[in-house]
Structure formats: structure tokens, C-alpha cells
């Protein structure tokens, strides 16, 4: 592509306006070349997510203020190799750098992120970019692997070929910030870069009729000769110690088998390491109710906070320790480089199936929250590939189904050890997230040779170097998803608990005292709700206390468990609070003395939640990317209905499999 000319954006003087405006820094690279990693260095975590205007590409935005007085904003732009657009989010990066994407001010500067260890293939972009004739910075990230990897990097030579400042930086440590910042300020003083106009990548650049594969042969040529002149080798490779360790990761028959190993690992941890941070959350939500108890006379307002607020919000947050946990595992795959193998691993397995590796990214990541997950099917090319990953992405075990397994894991799950190695609960869960794995699949297999079908795409994906990863990376990434949870345990799941509360208490019956609490409810609006529902969840074994409970959890999935627990708590006497899994235990059915809740109803409602859409954002995001309008309606109440029917026919197939084979029911 030729060079064009650029002219700076007019910029307001503290003469003229006391708030000048900002300096508009556009952050872009390749996938895996550490680019989220230097956004967060360069802004500190200060951010907000949002839509560019018009379209339903992502972005994130934010901001530092520079020598204590110039604000500058950063755009972290989609992953992409180059600028030839194949994809939504590719093309709205294109915009942005171009200056014509509607309701975006002009970007003042580019940053390039390129990884030190893998220059070639991340020239490919950062010449295109130099190309536009826009200030540019080169951000020379994972500095600190070169010496490693026995690679020198002569980065005065290579500023000389390049035309544009080369900083090296280190992003997960925070060296190099602030010399690129540095870099940034000045960058729209200094002259642009000459590589398009000085003929060394004229041909390439220029509108001829040579192919898009000629074009990047000689691209990659020049850089070949760049790289040459500025870059030496010592013996060892750069990915000598990857490619020992892939040898064995990659391999068709232990790959797999080490997927699964670290997937029992992760949730064998679930189960034993967080198990007592979650007793100690428990008693925490315990030792408040109990205060609150003490200091509130015995009235509406005290059972209102302790039974409605503190018992719906509190039986949630006694399970944040496994959500932690969770994304803390999940970041440790990502961070490390091993997500990519995975991926490629599971592409043999899922190209029978009309998917390819491509898709498993976005569905793992679907184990920690679907809407991200679906967002990030963004960068798949193939229209119907991505479609039908987003139709059956919900189907993966997200963060939100946990505190409804783990509730009810240990409840009725015994911590006994299997093959003195394994954790009974821990398998139980592995079980869960599997049965939605293969299930997904699956579905994903009837989507592409129905609905979606259409040829699929070789998989083409980068495997970076095996890295540790950052503490100080991974703790912010783990807090960042803990306070989504917090803040919808704060509000989404609050209101529902107060709504609840309210439903389950009033109306208040003529005869009160002479009632019992358990009568008292059942005369209540939520009793009448749960009624009206029990005869159509009685065939899976649940009574009305689980139907109404299943209802107020399209919502969001975790407010099954908080509405159980404003149930019960609603339910119980003015006594000390109590954990939400003994009540379920000890609930009888007063007519015949058995117990409600069992193993066998435990593992159908499990299985029902497995299969079950109910998350209000997830039908609202694949409304979004799935079109929009009535078409996005459409494929999202599609998706509703035969998840539904898959979350009702597995109930009932376990429920009454299992009273078939002798297993005890419920009441």
C-alpha cells in the first residue's frame, strides 16, 4: 500500500483552552505479541470497554496522564497480522488508523507491538503500518527473552531500516514504560518514517496487479535483508526449549492426554485448595448475620437484611474462592502459551465436526464468563464457522454455573478419594464441564451440517514460546474478573434477593400465628409462583422451592442458589444463620418423612444447568453478534429453545433413569 500524506490534527493550546485536548494513541499488533499486557502497563489497568459507534467490534480504552500534565488516551485495538481486513474487528482496526471510522476522533500516534523473539512474521504489520505515514512507535516486547533465546537485536541499526523509533520494552515486568511514553509524546514531532517513499518497499506497496501472494513474498524478503543487518543468532534456536516440550504436547496420542490431565488438575484444586477459603467465606457471611441478629430487633427489617440482602448476596460470595480459582487456572494456560496448543491439539478432534482449532479458544474461554467467549469468536474468518461456535458456545460450563455445582457437589457429593489420588467432588466437576464440553460439540456438529454448512478452514494459528507468567499480570487479570462477579453479585443478584424476600413474606395470611413458617410461605406470592410451576418440573423430581428458584435464575444463573437461600432463609426460624447445603439436606417432606433433596435429584438439576441458557447478557450478546434485529433475535431464541429442551430432557432422563435402576428419588 502506498504512503500517504498526514496532516497533524489541530491541537488546542493552554492559551487558547485551559483543557487541551488529548493525545490519541492507537495500540495494535499481532495476536500473542503481549499488546493487552503493554496497555495495561501503559495505562494501569484505568480503562473502560465499550463499542465503536455503529458496529459491534469491542474496544478498550484508556488513559495516563504524561510530565504530570499531557492526558493521553490509548485505544487497544483488535489483534490482527495485517491490514488487509478479513474479519469485523480487523476492519474497523483499519478505520480507526485511517482516520474514517464514523464517531472515532483522528488517531494522533501508532504503536506497534511487536514480539522481540518472533520480528519476522511481526514486521509483516509494523511495515504496513509505517506505510500509512502516520507517527509511529515500534514497541520491541519480551525484550528480556533475546538473551534466552540467543538472539542479539542491534536496535540503533534497526531504527536506521525502519525509519521509526524502536523502544525495547518488557511489558509483564514494566520495563522500557517509561521511555516509550516518552516515545509517544514526541512521536508527533518527529519526521515519519521514509520506508514506503525511500523505494525500498515501493514495489511491494504500490497498486500494481501483482497478487496478494507476490506481495507479501517480497514483503517478507525485505525484511528477510532488515533482519540480516540487524539481528545475529547464537547456535540455540529461539524456541529450542518450545519445541522439546511441544514434541510431547503436540503429539496425537499424549497431547490429548495431557489436556485432560490439566483440566482434572484445575478442577481437583477446585475442590481441595479453595474448599477451605470457601468454608472461611462462609463463616464470614455467617459471623455478619449473627451481628446483624444482634443489633436489629426482631422484626420485618432484620430478616429483610439478614434472610433477604445478606442470604441471597452472601450463599454467592461463599463460592467466590472456586471462581477465583477458576480464572487464576485459566489465566495460567493463557499466560503460559499452552491455550494455543490446546487449540491445535483439539483441531484433529473438531474438524469432523465442521469446527477447527480456531473455535476451541473461544469456547475454553467460555469456562470463565460466554459473553467475552462469544465476543472473541470475532476472530474467526469463516462467517458460518463462527456462527455456529456462538450457538453452541453457552453450552461450556461458564463461572456463573459454579456456585450451583459446587453447592450442590457438596452438598451431596461425598469428599471421598478415588483411586487414592482423585477427589470424588473434584471428578464430580470435571464430569459437569466435560458433559457441557462434549455437548457443545456436538451441537456444533448438527449446526454445521444443517443450518450452517459450508466448507471448513485448515487451521492456521501461532504457537508462541512457552513462557511463566507474570504474577503481577495474572493477579490483575484474576481481580479484574472477580470484581464483574462482585459487582453482579452487588446489584443483578441483590435486587433479586430483595425481590424475593418481599414475594416470599407478603401477603401475610389472615391466621399467621397459627401457621407455620413452611405454611406461611406456601401462602405467600412466591409459594403461589412456586405452585403454578411445580407441575411442570415435578416430573424431573424438583419441588416448587427448586422451580421457582430454576425461574428467578434466568436472570443469571447464580440466583438459583441465592433465591434457595432467601427461601430457606425466609423458611427458618429466628435462630443463628445457617449454610444453605445442611438445610437442603435436612429438608423432608412432612407428609412422608423423606428426604427432599437427594444425590439423584442433585445430579439431574446439575445436568439440567449444564445444558440450560439462563443469562440474560448471553442472549443479549448473540442478539448483537449474530446480526442484530430480527435475524440476531432469531438465532438467540433458537439457541434459548433447543438448549432448553436439551436442559429439560436431561433432567428427566436422569431423574427417572435413575428411579428405574433402584437409585432413590426425592419425596
Not at 447 to 464: D, G, M, Q, V, Y
Request: charged share 15%; proline share 6%.
Amino acid at each position: 500500500m502506498p504512503a500517504t500524506s498526514w496532516t497533524p490534527r489541530a491541537r488546542k493550546t493552554p492559551s487558547s483552552s485551559p483543557a487541551p485536548a488529548p493525545l490519541r494513541v492507537a495500540l495494535i499488533g499481532n495476536p500473542n505479541s503481549g499488546k493487552s499486557t503493554l496497555f495495561n502497563a501503559l495505562t494501569g489497568m484505568r480503562q473502560r470497554v465499550g463499542n465503536f459507534p455503529g458496529v459491534t467490534v469491542e474496544h478498550i480504552e484508556g488513559g495516563y496522564t504524561h510530565d504530570g500534565a499531557s492526558r493521553v488516551v490509548v485505544i487497544d485495538l483488535p489483534g490482527t497480522y495485517s491490514l488487509v481486513a478479513e474479519s469485523p474487528d480487523e476492519a474497523i482496526a483499519l478505520e480507526v488508523l485511517n482516520g474514517t471510522a464514523p464517531g472515532v476522533p483522528p488517531i494522533d500516534v501508532i504503536v506497534v507491538v511487536v514480539d522481540a523473539e518472533n520480528l519476522e512474521r511481526n514486521l509483516y504489520l509494523a511495515t504496513q503500518i509505517l506505510e500509512l505515514g502516520r507517527p509511529t512507535v515500534i514497541a520491541l516486547n519480551r525484550a528480556d527473552r533475546l538473551a534466552a533465546a540467543g538472539i542479539q537485536v542491534d536496535v540503533p541499526a534497526l531504527i536506521h531500516e525502519l525509519g521509526a523509533v524502536v523502544v525495547p520494552v518488557v511489558a509483564t515486568r514494566h520495563e522500557g514504560i517509561d521511555r516509550l511514553r516518552h516515545a509517544i509524546a514526541l512521536a508527533p514531532s518527529l519526521p515519519l518514517s521514509t520506508i514506503g517513499a525511500s523505494g525500498a518497499l515501493s514495489s511491494v506497496g504500490s497498486d500494481d496487479t501483482a497478487s496478494a501472494g507476490a506481495d507479501a513474498d517480497r514483503r517478507y524478503r525485505w525484511i528477510g535483508s532488515v533482519l540480516e543487518r540487524t539481528v545475529s543468532r547464537s547456535a540455540r534456536t529461539a524456541h529450542a526449549v518450545s519445541d522439546r516440550v511441544d514434541a510431547i504436547a503436540l503429539h496425537r496420542v499424549w497431547g490429548p492426554l495431557i489436556f485432560l490431565a490439566l483440566l482434572t488438575l484445575v478442577f481437583q484444586v477446585m475442590f481441595t485448595w479453595a474448599r477451605p477459603l470457601g468454608d472461611a467465606m462462609q463463616a464470614l457471611v455467617d459471623a455478619a448475620g449473627q451481628l446483624l441478629r444482634a443489633a436489629l430487633p426482631a422484626g420485618e427489617l432484620r430478616s429483610l437484611l439478614v434472610d433477604g440482602a445478606l442470604g441471597g448476596v452472601g450463599s454467592v460470595v461463599v463460592f467466590l474462592p472456586q471462581i477465583a480459582v477458576l480464572f487464576l487456572c485459566i489465566g495460567l494456560l493463557e499466560d503460559s502459551g499452552y491455550m494455543a496448543r490446546a487449540a491445535f491439539v483439539m483441531d484433529r478432534f473438531m474438524r469432523p465436526l465442521g469446527l477447527h482449532g480456531k473455535s476451541f479458544i473461544p469456547l475454553i474461554s467460555g469456562y470463565a464468563c460466554a459473553v467475552p467467549a462469544i465476543m472473541a469468536t470475532r476472530t474467526i474468518q469463516q462467517t458460518k464457522e463462527r456462527a455456529a461456535t456462538i450457538m453452541v458456545l453457552p453450552l461450556m460450563s461458564c463461572s456463573a454455573r459454579l456456585p450451583i455445582y459446587t453447592l450442590l457437589i457438596g452438598a451431596f457429593v461425598p469428599a471421598t478419594t478415588v483411586a487414592g489420588l482423585f477427589n470424588l467432588q473434584g471428578l464430580t466437576l470435571l464430569g459437569m464441564y466435560l458433559l457441557g464440553t462434549v455437548a457443545a460439540l456436538g451441537a456444533a456438529a448438527v449446526f454445521r451440517r444443517t443450518l450452517l454448512r459450508s466448507a471448513t478452514r485448515a487451521l492456521i494459528i501461532e504457537l508462541p514460546s512457552y513462557s511463566w507468567p507474570s504474577a503481577r499480570v495474572l493477579a490483575s487479570s484474576v481481580w479484574q474478573r472477580v470484581q464483574l462477579f462482585l459487582r453482579k453479585a452487588g446489584t443483578i443478584i441483590f435486587a433479586v434477593s430483595v425481590l424475593l424476600w418481599v414475594l416470599a413474606s407478603y401477603p401475610k395470611p389472615a391466621a399467621e400465628r397459627a401457621l407455620s413458617q413452611e405454611a406461611r410461605l406456601e401462602q405467600s406470592a412466591l409459594g403461589r409462583i412456586g405452585h403454578a410451576i411445580e407441575p411442570a418440573v415435578r416430573p424431573l423430581g424438583y419441588d416448587w422451592k427448586i422451580g421457582v428458584s430454576m425461574v428467578a435464575s434466568f436472570a443469571a444463573r447464580e440466583v438459583f442458589v441465592s433465591t434457595m437461600a432467601t427461601i430457606y432463609g425466609v423458611s427458618s426460624t429466628e435462630g443463628a444463620p445457617q449454610a444453605l447445603a445442611p438445610r437442603l439436606r435436612a429438608e423432608r417432606n412432612p407428609a412422608t418423612g423423606k428426604a427432599v433433596y437427594t444425590p439423584l435429584v442433585a445430579i439431574g438439576l446439575m445436568c439440567f444447568y449444564v445444558f440450560a441458557l439462563m443469562c440474560t447478557s448471553t442472549i443479549a450478546v448473540t442478539v448483537r453478534e449474530m446480526g442484530g434485529g430480527l435475524r440476531g433475535a432469531g438465532w438467540a431464541a433458537l439457541q434459548f429453545a433447543y438448549m432448553l429442551g436439551l436442559a429439560y430432557g436431561a433432567g428427566l432422563l436422569v431423574y427417572r433413569g435413575g428411579l428405574a435402576l433402584g437409585i432413590g428419588g426425592g419425596a
